[in-house]
């Protein structure tokens, strides 16, 4: 069987937790306040009996008559009261009524060898029992409802600190590297929630270091590899005709398209790039790109629209759209355009896995092959510079005829462009759209 996990809040967990103990406790103090005024007031009406039946006692013993309100021998006097007072001692029994006032025997032997007992409803002790208990019930209730609005309040400061540590830390993990966990969470209180913040930022600027320090190293090491690649490229223009110059050579561009997408996959990452934004009309851009970039596919148009883009990046993205249609999967291929929406699809084997959970990564390919002519940074070049476009781009599969899902099972890959409606500025950054402000109300009783 399947074991159902119920997910909650920090805010409820405390606030149930506090609500808990509040009434652990006042249940526990009610009952001890309760047992304590019981026992209370009924040893003071004992007191009471055996102070009143003593001082009737005496007036008995004078007019051989019980007094009033007395009884000598009663019948229905408690047989451990009875016995006790046939053996010459006085003594008091409290006799309980469900639902009713106690009842309270008092007896004491007379000289004659009687028996002189008095009994008394005590109903007031009662009611101030009832009225006590009521009082201990609302308290207590006051004190869980105040418990559990004390645990909202604190429960809501920690959970919402935490969540702004969380969104905060999700953008850290998207690549923003001005955010900043302790500064989001903010507050005047420190606590452990800031302690978890600055070691969320040590570590992001641990990563971070790590991350640049990589970057320059692969871009140091392309950039050095570029004389070279290209010295070697002029060497094997030299070489005399044959298979063997064929293979040097088309493996020496294969070097140089290797080491120039390295080069443009750091300055991407560097975040350095802007974009030289142009009006292009999307359908027409695209169409007239697709035919020289790959004449087999098909474009449909379905409607066009005027974008702020850049032409030299958006034609990038397009080719290694295409390119990886071309390598990794099937005709036909068609190219759909839909306003500021461009969708690349093929009729292969589809995406792997791993690219649709975690998105493109360098040096890592569809393809089992080791020995194929992809190296994994198609789609990463393409994914960075829809990032300089302010666009997205997002991957699918196509679910095979039938909805099965399984392996093998798919009718093509769809890579989804979108352009956004407002381009992004020099710097990087998007514009501010101001709203125009509403008119002012005229004054009553003014006319304009």
């Given at each position: 069987?399947?074991?159902?996990?119920?997910?909650?809040?920090?805010?409820?967990k405390?606030?149930?937790?506090?609500?808990?103990?509040?009434?652990?406790?006042?249940?526990?103090?009610?009952?001890?306040?309760?047992?304590?005024?019981?026992?209370?007031?009924?040893?003071?009406?004992?007191?009471?009996?055996?102070?009143?039946?003593?001082?009737?006692?005496?007036?008995?013993?004078?007019t051989?008559?019980?007094?009033?309100?007395?009884?000598?021998?009663?019948?229905?006097?408690?047989?451990?009261?009875?016995?006790?007072?046939?053996?010459g001692?006085?003594?008091?029994?409290?006799?309980?009524?469900?639902?009713?006032?106690?009842?309270?025997?008092?007896?004491?032997?007379?000289?004659?060898?009687?028996?002189?007992?008095?009994?008394n409803?005590?109903?007031?002790?009662?009611?101030?029992?009832?009225?006590?208990?009521e009082?201990?019930?609302?308290?207590?209730?006051?004190?869980?409802?105040?418990?559990?609005?004390?645990?909202?309040?604190?429960?809501?400061?920690?959970?919402?600190r935490?969540?702004?540590?969380?969104?905060?830390?999700?953008?850290?993990?998207?690549?923003?590297?001005?955010?900043?966990?302790?500064?989001a969470?903010?507050?005047?209180?420190?606590?452990?929630t800031?302690?978890?913040?600055?070691?969320?930022?040590?570590?992001?600027?641990a990563?971070?270091?790590?991350?640049e320090?990589?970057?320059?190293?692969?871009?140091?090491?392309?950039?050095?590899?570029?004389?070279?690649?290209?010295?070697?490229?002029?060497?094997?223009e030299?070489?005399?005709?044959?298979?063997p110059?064929?293979?040097?050579?088309?493996?020496?561009?294969?070097?140089?398209?290797?080491?120039e997408?390295?080069?443009?996959?750091?300055?991407?990452?560097?975040?350095?790039?802007?974009?030289?934004?142009?009006?292009?009309?999307?359908?027409?851009?695209?169409?007239?790109?697709?035919?020289?970039?790959?004449?087999?596919?098909t474009?449909?148009?379905?409607?066009?629209?005027i974008?702020?883009?850049?032409?030299?990046?958006?034609?990038?993205?397009?080719?290694?759209?295409?390119?990886n249609?071309?390598?990794?999967?099937?005709?036909?291929?068609?190219?759909?355009?839909?306003?500021r929406?461009?969708?690349?699809?093929?009729?292969?084997p589809?995406f792997?896995?791993?690219?649709?959970?975690?998105?493109?990564?360098?040096?890592?390919?569809?393809?089992t092959?080791?020995?194929?002519?992809?190296?994994?940074l198609?789609?990463?070049?393409?994914?960075?510079?829809?990032?300089?476009?302010?666009?997205?781009?997002?991957f699918?599969?196509?679910?095979?005829?039938?909805?099965?899902?399984r392996e093998?099972a798919?009718?093509?890959a769809?890579?989804?462009?979108?352009?956004?409606?407002?381009?992004?500025?020099a710097?990087?950054?998007?514009?501010i759209?101001?709203?125009?402000?509403?008119?002012?109300?005229?004054?009553?009783?003014?006319?304009?």
């Amino acid at each position: 069987m399947r074991r159902v996990r119920l997910r909650t809040g920090i805010r409820w967990k405390i606030s149930f937790a506090i609500a808990a103990v509040g009434a652990l406790i006042a249940l526990a103090l009610s009952l001890v306040v309760h047992n304590a005024a019981r026992v209370s007031m009924l040893q003071s009406a004992r007191e009471v009996q055996m102070e009143r039946v003593q001082f009737l006692s005496k007036s008995a013993e004078v007019t051989k008559k019980p007094p009033l309100g007395a009884k000598l021998n009663d019948p229905d006097l408690p047989r451990e009261l009875r016995e006790k007072a046939r053996s010459g001692r006085r003594g008091s029994y409290v006799q309980e009524h469900p639902g009713g006032a106690p009842e309270v025997w008092a007896a004491v032997p007379l000289g004659n060898g009687q028996v002189l007992s008095l009994h008394n409803s005590f109903q007031e002790n009662a009611n101030m029992m009832r009225a006590l208990d009521e009082a201990l019930v609302v308290g207590s209730v006051s004190v869980v409802v105040a418990g559990s609005a004390l645990g909202v309040l604190i429960g809501g400061q920690i959970s919402g600190r935490l969540r702004k540590a969380a969104a905060a830390a999700g953008k850290v993990a998207q690549g923003d590297p001005h955010v900043r966990v302790r500064d989001a969470v903010g507050g005047v209180v420190r606590d452990e929630t800031d302690d978890l913040a600055r070691a969320v930022d040590r570590m992001a600027d641990a990563l971070q270091q790590r991350l640049e320090a990589e970057r320059r190293v692969t871009a140091d090491i392309a950039h050095e590899l570029r004389t070279p690649v290209t010295g070697l490229l002029t060497a094997a223009e030299l070489l005399p005709p044959g298979r063997p110059t064929e293979l040097v050579r088309d493996r020496a561009q294969a070097m140089r398209v290797l080491v120039e997408d390295v080069l443009e996959v750091a300055r991407l990452d560097s975040a350095s790039e802007r974009a030289e934004l142009q009006e292009v009309a999307l359908g027409e851009f695209v169409s007239r790109r697709v035919t020289v970039l790959m004449p087999e596919a098909t474009v449909r148009v379905v409607a066009d629209e005027i974008v702020a883009t850049d032409p030299r990046r958006l034609e990038r993205i397009l080719g290694n759209l295409l390119a990886n249609a071309a390598r990794y999967g099937r005709q036909p291929v068609q190219v759909d355009v839909e306003g500021r929406v461009v969708r690349v699809r093929d009729h292969g084997p589809g995406f792997p896995e791993a690219l649709l959970k975690e998105g493109p990564s360098r040096f890592r390919t569809g393809s089992t092959d080791r020995a194929g002519v992809g190296h994994g940074l198609g789609l990463t070049i393409a994914a960075g510079q829809a990032r300089v476009l302010g666009a997205r781009l997002t991957f699918r599969n196509v679910a095979a005829p039938g909805g099965i899902e399984r392996e093998g099972a798919c009718a093509g890959a769809v890579a989804v462009l979108w352009l956004p409606e407002h381009a992004p500025t020099a710097t990087g950054s998007f514009p501010i759209i101001q709203l125009p402000e509403p008119p002012k109300p005229t004054p009553r009783g003014r006319r304009r």
